[in-house]
């Protein structure tokens, strides 16, 4: 009896050991997870209250609730309190941002953002009725047909501007250096999503203007650039016009950024997860497109088009001209939820070739000119004074013409032809006089001529 009672308190002792070495591998191992249970058992506890509060409103609210309705703006709060990017979308939502991959859709024609918890305009879109009637990237828009845009989510501000084609409705525009808010009454349209547009500017010189990332867009500027570089006189230098440009598909800047580059990192994005961090990388083809490049950018030019400007500023591939762009710097991804609802958040940031992140910052441009079309526009709507217009030798009554005139002039007539062959393959939708008068773009003309002239001096 008294060994029996010896074995079972040695069990008893050893049984202690055992737990004991057991508890001290068990809590060192937890130390390493503390955190993240800790944070794991604070967000239960913080459901739980959810949970509470959403039963004590369903109870004894002073009017009937509709639990399932707080629950999405719960929801809705959460994911928008991340960055203005991130967003829950009911089902109409959600079916909003398919539009936006499809060919057209009705409305008034702005890509909007949420900046500084304003809805403010990226940039309007060229020949839609925001465009015509002068709205401006950077104008905050503060209500929808008399409908303050404070509450409203980024969705639900589109969903209110969109609408069927004839359909009027009212923005109310505050815009920097304005003094009163201005209402502007616009007529929906059926808005068009074309990605490019081109037109040769002068003989052997392009111009390629994309307004946005599409699925199909780098094979559009590729077409394109074999009609400009097809033409009677070799290209010798192109002008890309990002300028207005919201973005769109990241795999679309990529491929962009490729065409004119042949090797080296295009663009890399960095998340909080190795899934979500990748580089995009630039292949050598067959195609020889050497010619120098100026690229026009302005403060609405964000996310892919900053990406193209990023890449080919950093390999020094182009020349970046115009003003600081927006500074869209991250990544969303889209995932599809139960009941049709959608779920857009922001998954990383990306940076350019040399290690640049441009979130909030922009793409800074190697040459800054302002945009002064509507200045200049006003000034030529104005009677010259004498003095503004000096008289010139070819002024005169009967002044002489110089030698091979009618020669020259017939070169000249044949070069206008080219160009105007050139526009109408590309579409006929380029307004070259408009062009003419464009600050930004004439300056880019210059530096291409220029450096055509200095390489051909002996």
């Known amino acids: 009896m008294r060994n029996r009672k010896l074995l079972a308190s040695m069990a008893r002792s050893w049984l202690s050991v055992v737990i004991t070495v057991f508890m001290v591998i068990v809590v060192g191992g937890y ?19 959810f949970t509470d509060v959403l039963q004590e409103l369903e109870d004894n609210y002073v009017d009937e609730v509709d639990g399932e309705a707080l629950i999405h703006s719960a929801i809705k709060g959460m994911v928008g309190s991340l960055d203005p990017h991130s967003t829950f979308m009911p089902p109409e939502a959600f079916d909003e941002l398919q539009d936006d991959t499809k060919g057209e859709f009705g409305g008034i024609g702005i890509v909007i953002s949420i900046k500084n918890g304003l809805l403010t305009v990226v940039s309007p879109i060229e020949g839609t009725p925001a465009y015509k009637a002068g709205i401006k990237a950077g104008d905050i828009i503060i209500k929808i047909d008399g409908e303050s ?9 589109v969903k209110k501007m969109r609408g069927t084609r004839g359909e009027s409705v009212v923005i109310t525009i505050v815009r920097e250096g304005v003094p009163d808010p201005v209402d502007y009454e616009l ?30 867009t780098s094979d559009e500027i590729k077409e394109k650039l074999d009609i400009l570089e097809s033409g009677q006189v070799p290209l010798k230098g192109l ?15 990529a491929d962009v950024s490729d065409i004119f580059l042949e090797k080296g990192v295009i663009v890399s994005i960095k998340g909080r997860f190795e899934q979500h961090t990748e580089a995009f990388e630039a292949h050598k083809t067959k195609d020889d497109r050497k010619y ?20 080919l500023q950093d390999h020094k591939r182009a020349l970046i001209l115009g003003t600081t762009s927006f500074g869209k710097g991250s990544v969303q991804s889209v995932r599809p939820l139960r009941d049709g609802f959608g779920l857009k958040y922001t998954i990383a940031r990306y940076y350019t070739p040399n290690g640049r992140s441009i979130q909030a910052q922009g793409i800074i441009p190697d040459i800054e000119v302002p945009f002064s079309l509507e200045e200049v526009a006003e000034k030529e709507e104005k009677e010259l004074s004498p003095m503004e217009r000096m008289l010139r030798e070819k002024d005169l009554k009967n002044h002489l013409e110089p030698e091979n005139a009618q020669k020259n002039k017939k070169k000249l007539q044949e070069e206008k032809e080219n160009q105007d062959s050139d526009e109408t393959t590309s579409g006929g939708l380029i307004d070259i006089e408009k062009l003419k008068r464009d600050t930004q773009v004439q300056r880019a003309l210059d530096l291409l001529i220029g450096y055509d002239l200095f390489n051909s001096l002996d």
């Open 31 to 49: 130390e390493q997870l503390s955190i993240a249970e800790n944070d794991r058992e604070k967000t239960y506890e913080s459901l739980k209250l």
């Open 149 to 157: 845009t404070a509450d409203l989510a980024l969705w639900e501000s």
């Open 187 to 216: 007529v929906r349209d059926i808005i068009p999503m074309n990605s490019v547009r081109s037109a040769t500017i002068h003989p052997g010189y392009g111009y390629l203007w994309v307004t946005n990332f599409r699925n199909n």
């Open 239 to 253: 002008i890309l016009d990002l300028r207005n440009n919201p973005g769109g598909l990241l795999s679309q800047a």
């Open 292 to 311: 120098p490049l100026v690229v026009l950018i302005n403060s609405g030019s964000a996310s892919a088009s900053e990406i193209v400007a990023g890449a």
